[in-house]
């Protein structure tokens, strides 16, 4: 399981608002296909399907989404749904003849439903290696609390109009576990590790840390100010804490910076001076570089040789409102000073 916050650029540059909930079949692992069951006494009030001509080793691969409420102000959804098996839910869908629609190689269409079902009763499969689809998305949002349009730099980025608008608002996320008993809630929360199974995040809060903008200096979600796509994340950026611990700090690259590969980089930031300096202690315009880059915060915090020999460079401009970031000088920072070249640039 991954927590809330995870970064896999470039397909989702910025921390995703829901957690991974990953299946392993080594037996027939192109094969897998796990239970979904309802979380809780909920009601699933819509259903959307996206369909792929091609997705990976699949043709015509039609993906799920079910969205569900839970009381007045409480919402979830699951990503990433392989297939309905709730009797309401495929009567439903039969029923409604919901076809995808658009154009290129992801169609969608989606419709709403009242379907309730009772807590621990399955309701769907998710999982399926040979198209790419290695487990379920979930996410919640608690419309009731006062997070929201406080918590970014740019709120009119992430919060979307005044009422309940829907999965992809991200302001008010919350964890499911924050809203069941301490038992279950512990029995859950140790399972978070990255993929190299080499730590589990023990910070605060457990679930993860969503709400990481920090207005007015370099740290937070930032994006391409010669791309202003909103739905693909691939062209923009995330600076700040990594999911899985608070001592290491990402470079979440999406597609944007030239001779700089989308992927993270992770590394361990320095309170003082111009190399690996976090991003939440930058306010000025000087030119910081970056080096000593690792696949994994487990590697970086046991200080295991690190797996990239590039540098970073970047630059707070305009107010802390502009970024520019560029390739820096080769496999290490040296003292300095760096100039920017072919930088691409960034906006809240």
Same mark, same amino acid.
């Given at each position: ?30 094969? =897998? ?29 039609? /993906? ?7 009381? /007045? ?63 379920? /998305? ?39 576990? /924050? ?59 995330? =600076? ?27 590394? =361990? ?80």
């Amino acid at each position: 399981m991954s927590p809330i916050a995870d970064l896999t650029p470039p397909d989702h540059v910025f921390p995703a608002p829901h957690m991974y909930f990953y299946t392993k079949n080594d037996a027939t692992p192109n094969d =897998i296909e796990a239970p979904v069951y309802a979380p809780g006494n909920i009601v699933v009030t819509s259903i959307a399907l996206r369909n792929y001509g091609v997705l990976n080793d699949k043709t015509n691969y039609t /993906d799920y989404t079910l969205s569900f409420g839970v009381c /007045d102000g409480l919402e979830g959804y699951f990503h990433h749904v392989r297939s309905l098996t709730h009797p309401d839910l495929t009567q439903a869908l039969r029923a409604q003849g919901c076809t995808p629609m658009g154009p290129g190689n992801e169609k969608f269409c989606s419709f709403p439903v009242r379907v309730p079902i009772a807590a621990g009763v399955q309701m769907a499969t998710t999982g399926d290696r040979a198209a790419g689809v290695s487990g379920l /998305d979930m996410g919640m949002r608690d419309y009731r609390l006062a997070t929201g349009r406080s918590a970014f730099a740019n709120a009119e980025r992430w919060c979307k109009g005044t009422g309940p608008p829907g999965i992809f608002e991200h302001c008010y996320t919350v964890c499911l576990f /924050d809203y069941v008993s301490a038992v279950e809630r512990d029995r859950y929360l140790g399972l978070f590790t990255d993929f190299s199974r080499s730590m589990v995040r023990t910070d605060q809060p457990r679930c993860g840390d969503f709400y990481t903008d920090r207005a007015g200096t370099a740290q937070g979600r930032w994006y391409s100010a010669a791309n202003a796509e909103q739905f693909s994340e691939a062209p923009h950026l995330y =600076i700040g804490p990594s999911a899985l611990s608070g001592s290491v700090y990402a470079f979440s690259m999406g597609t944007s910076v030239t001779n700089v590969r989308a992927r993270q980089y992770l590394f =361990i930031p320095q309170a003082s001076g111009l190399v690996n300096r976090r991003f939440d202690t930058i306010t000025d315009g000087q030119v910081y570089c970056y080096e000593r880059f690792y696949d994994y915060a487990g590697d970086a915090l046991a200080n295991r040789t690190p797996a990239s020999g590039i540098t970073i460079l970047a630059q707070l401009t305009n107010n802390g409102q502009r970024l520019a970031i560029s390739a820096g000088p080769g496999g290490a920072c040296g003292s300095g000073p760096w100039t920017m070249a072919n930088a691409a640039t960034f906006e809240r």
